[in-house]
């Protein structure tokens, strides 16, 4: 007999053993729980596993990951992009060959570059890598300041542009008697009138008032330098530029000369040689005596006076038809000139700043 037999005969024929329940609550046999009772014991709660802990650099390469997939819901607001560099442009070494050739920086790379070649050229004489880069760095400081008095005369360019398009749309508005509470509607032949008569005004004011912008230039140059000698400091060619054009305008409003170019005979207009010459001389590097600044001051405020005095005229007049008209004047004569005073005690009256520029019937004078 196999052992496989002699276990199967040994079990036969017995009864199961009972076994304990040990996870059913003790009862006695009424169905009560004695209040001794051991509680059952309880399988333990499912615990979720603890996730991995990510270090905070994979933390932000996740987020980075899971950006593009995530679409912002309808309406929410978007965070603004990172904030470039100052300027817009890349920063570092390739984000200065990245800037425009007309801006400060490309004006100091592309005037260093032309110093380094200069210098480098075929000399007799050795010449030291110490000599070249210091000629590099000198005009690259000269082509930076070049470049930054560009860039701030084409934002004041661009800001009395915007000035004169608000200025405009403010002229709209009241046309259109949308300011002031007692206003009073016009109708479209009113408003086609006073656009006629406004047209021609400025048409015959314009020359007046590139002269007498002219002289204002002029005038804010000579007090720029004085304010300068004052503290110290060497007179700016910029500021002999700016007077140089102003007095140009003052001769020729015409004139289209520009502080990035040469005076001809051509931009000039009727500009003398002799102003132009001079002119060439200050952009070439020469500075002017404060003898000559005072001499184009008074010549300036000569040249000025028959403008004034039309201007004036063209004020009176104009006036005078658009009342006679029936029309607002004030939507028509838009005039550009200070105060106007029929004496000098009237404009002693008026208690106006040192400096100040006023009119005594026809001719400009300056409070003192």
Do not use: C, W
């Amino acid at each position: 007999m196999t052992p496989a037999q002699r276990f199967l005969m040994m079990t036969q024929g017995r009864q199961p053993r009972p076994v304990a329940n040990m996870m059913r609550q003790y009862q006695t046999p009424g169905g009560i729980t004695p209040p001794m009772a051991l509680r059952r014991p309880q399988p333990p709660a499912p615990t979720m596993p603890a996730a991995p802990r990510m270090s905070p650099m994979m933390q932000r390469v996740a987020q980075r990951a899971a950006m593009p997939r995530m679409t912002p819901p309808t309406g929410a607001v978007t965070p603004p992009p990172t904030t470039p560099p100052a300027g817009g442009q890349p920063s570092g070494f390739m984000g200065a060959f990245s800037q425009p050739l007309s801006s400060p920086v490309g004006q100091a790379i592309s005037q260093a570059a032309i110093a380094g070649a200069r210098a480098s050229d075929y000399s007799p004489t050795p010449v030291s890598l110490g000599r070249v880069l210091a000629e590099m760095g000198a005009a690259a400081s000269k082509g930076y300041a070049g470049g930054l008095k560009e860039q701030r005369a084409a934002e004041a360019a661009d800001f009395a542009r915007r000035m004169k398009l608000m200025q405009f749309a403010q002229k709209e508005r009241e046309i259109g008697g949308t300011l002031g509470k007692e206003q009073r509607a016009i109708t479209k032949e009113q408003f086609d009138m006073e656009d006629k008569l406004f047209n021609k005004y400025e048409g015959f004011s314009s020359e007046n008032r590139e002269a007498f912008f002219g002289y204002q230039k002029v005038r804010n140059a000579v007090e720029a330098q004085k304010a300068a000698a004052a503290r110290g400091e060497e007179p700016s060619g910029a500021s002999d530029i700016a007077l140089l054009i102003g007095y140009m305008k003052t001769l020729d409003p015409s004139s289209v000369v520009r502080e990035t170019e040469y005076a001809t005979a051509k931009n000039a207009g009727g500009v003398t040689e002799r102003v132009r010459n001079i002119y060439n001389n200050v952009r070439n590097g020469v500075v002017l005596t404060p003898k000559l600044r005072e001499e184009f001051i008074k010549s300036a405020t000569t040249q000025v006076q028959p403008h004034i005095k039309r201007q004036v005229e063209l004020d009176e007049q104009y006036t005078r038809r658009a009342n006679a008209y029936g029309l607002n004047p004030e939507r028509v004569v838009t005039s550009f000139l200070p105060n106007i005073y029929n004496s000098v005690d009237d404009a002693e009256k008026a208690n106006l700043p040192v400096g100040s520029l006023v009119i005594i019937k026809d001719r400009l004078a300056v409070i003192e």
